[in-house]
Each structure stands twice: as structure tokens, then as C-alpha cells.
Nanobody, 121 residues
Framework: QVQLVESGGGLVQAGGSLRLACAAS????????MGWYRQAPGMQRELVAI???????NYVDSVKGRFTISRDNAKNTVYLQMNSLKPEDTAVYYC???????????????WGQGTQVTVSS
């Protein structure tokens, strides 16, 4: 069984910073893309940032220049450094990983439990 455990959420004032981490554990051969999503109340879940196993990244326009996604493949961990936070960044943040169980295995999508990020004005 694969588990994704997130940490690092909390309450911060506008302009502040937070760093989220998500560690994957369990029986798996490798992890492909890892990403961070967020869901605000009454809104659909949206992709915030994604990083491939090779380190290529992509961001939603609203966080470009403020957020940085990175990963440590040896630790099966993905990070999201969030700077210059705005009240509109308030949401539950979820990590996602594309897990492979063999060299010819398809990707299986796993989600973390979510961590609350609240930015006060």
C-alpha cells in the first residue's frame, strides 16, 4: 500500500511564506510526476504545480514567480515553497504522485490527505 503524508500547512499573514512537504512510502518501484493541487471552499480542485521525475516543472499562472516545486527522489518527497502568499492562496493543498509498481507498470495516481493553508489579510 502506498501512502502520501503531507506536512507544513498553517496560518500565515499575507506576504509570508510556507513550505509544504509530501513524503511517499510503501511498496513501489518508482514515482513519475508529482504535483500539488489545491481546493478552496466551493471551488474545484486545481493543479498548482507539477514536477516530472526528471525535474521539469510547470505552474498555474497565478503562482508563477511565487511558488517553487522541487523533489528529492532519494526520499520520495516533493516540496512546495510558497512565498509572497496572498489571501486567495487559502485552500486545502493536496499532493499527488504517479506511482509505478514495475518497469512496465502503468502509472497509478495516489493522493495525500490534504493540508490546510490559510493566508490572512
Amino acid at each position: 500500500q502506498v501512502q502520501l503524508v503531507e506536512s507544513g500547512g498553517g496560518l500565515v499573514q499575507a506576504g509570508g511564506s510556507l513550505r509544504l512537504a509530501c513524503a511517499a512510502s510503501g511498496s513501489m518501484v518508482s514515482i513519475g510526476a508529482m504535483g500539488w493541487y489545491r481546493q478552496a471552499p466551493g471551488m474545484q480542485r486545481e493543479l498548482v504545480a507539477i514536477i516530472t521525475s526528471g525535474g521539469s516543472t510547470n505552474y498555474v499562472d497565478s503562482v508563477k514567480g511565487r511558488f517553487t516545486i522541487s523533489r528529492d527522489n532519494a526520499k520520495n518527497t516533493v516540496y512546495l515553497q510558497m512565498n509572497s502568499l496572498k489571501p486567495e492562496d487559502t485552500a486545502v493543498y493536496y499532493c499527488n504522485a504517479a506511482v509505478r509498481f514495475g518497469s512496465r507498470s502503468p502509472d497509478y495516481s495516489y493522493w495525500g490527505q490534504g493540508t490546510q493553508v490559510t493566508v490572512s489579510s
